[in-house]
């Protein structure tokens, strides 16, 4: 089987997976008089079913496949460290995830240490008062148009990440280190824990992963830690889960435009 071949027993145009889908949007629609908290989790639990019924990939996938643009960020590495580094100066300034979101409190508030994004791009979604602070990386988004999401992540010293899984499998996770501190026997002091496996992704190393597989994080220095997280369209997928993928993106935006988008704002 191909590598970008979805699971071939899954068929969305049975009338059992079209009702499914329908019944999604109708879910979407009914939840859109409610908060942005209530609505992001009934969409990823209705969402999670349909494509984890018809997507069947390792949680660590090949670039060359699954996006191949991960070499233009990798060789614009300096460049893209630079403008992040330059964004520490500010730190306070940068919201914490639940900031953004509050009901992302248990992934970001809970130990009292601080895990800031500094938002470029968020469903397809531009910032542009952010992409203008990073012109080096607002330059490769607009080239590599596949990105769906753009964000610097900014994680303190012996933060820790608990136990999580990403919305749904119609996007990728690339992770690209900018500035992460080292142990004294030279490894990433950053431990990234993927379906049980442990990964140290270190300053310029990069890793394409699902971020529906469990997944935590924990710095185990004393030092910041910076990475760039791109959340990238999946390749390869049935066409109708193709189409699911670009309602449930477009529906997230409309509601990020009218919600959350003053929040991701730095002055």
Request: glycine share 6%.
């Amino acid at each position: 089987m191909h590598p970008l071949q979805a699971n071939s027993e899954t068929d969305l145009f049975t009338s059992q997976r079209t009702n499914g889908v329908l019944a999604l949007f109708r879910h979407c629609q009914h939840e859109l008089g409610r908060p942005l908290n209530a609505i992001y989790h009934a969409v990823t639990r209705a969402a999670r079913a349909l494509f984890d019924a018809g997507i069947s990939t390792p949680p660590i996938l090949d670039p060359a496949i699954y996006f191949p643009d991960a070499k233009r960020y990798l060789e614009r590495f300096g460049a893209i460290r630079a403008e992040a580094l330059a964004l520490s100066d500010g730190l306070a300034r940068i919201p914490r995830f639940h900031d953004l979101m509050a009901a992302q409190g248990e992934l970001s508030a809970h130990d009292g240490r601080a895990w800031r994004l500094f938002v470029l791009k968020a469903y397809g979604v531009a910032v542009p008062e952010n992409l203008a602070r990073c012109p080096s990386l607002a330059a490769l988004l607009e080239q590599t148009p596949d990105v769906v999401s753009a964000v610097i992540s900014l994680v303190d010293g012996h933060k820790h990440i608990p136990p999580h899984r990403g919305p749904f499998r119609g996007i990728l996770r690339f992770h690209l280190g900018l500035f992460v501190p080292q142990l004294l026997d030279g490894r990433p002091a950053t431990v990234l824990r993927v379906d049980g496996v442990e990964h140290r992704i270190g300053d310029a190393n990069s890793l394409l992963w699902d971020d529906t597989y469990e997944h935590e994080l924990r710095n185990e220095s004393d030092q910041l830690r910076i990475a760039l997280l791109l959340d990238v369209r999946r390749r390869g997928m049935p066409w109708g889960l193709q189409l699911l993928s670009r309602l449930i993106v477009g529906a997230v935006a409309m509601l990020i435009r009218l919600k959350a988008i003053d929040r991701m704002r730095i002055a």
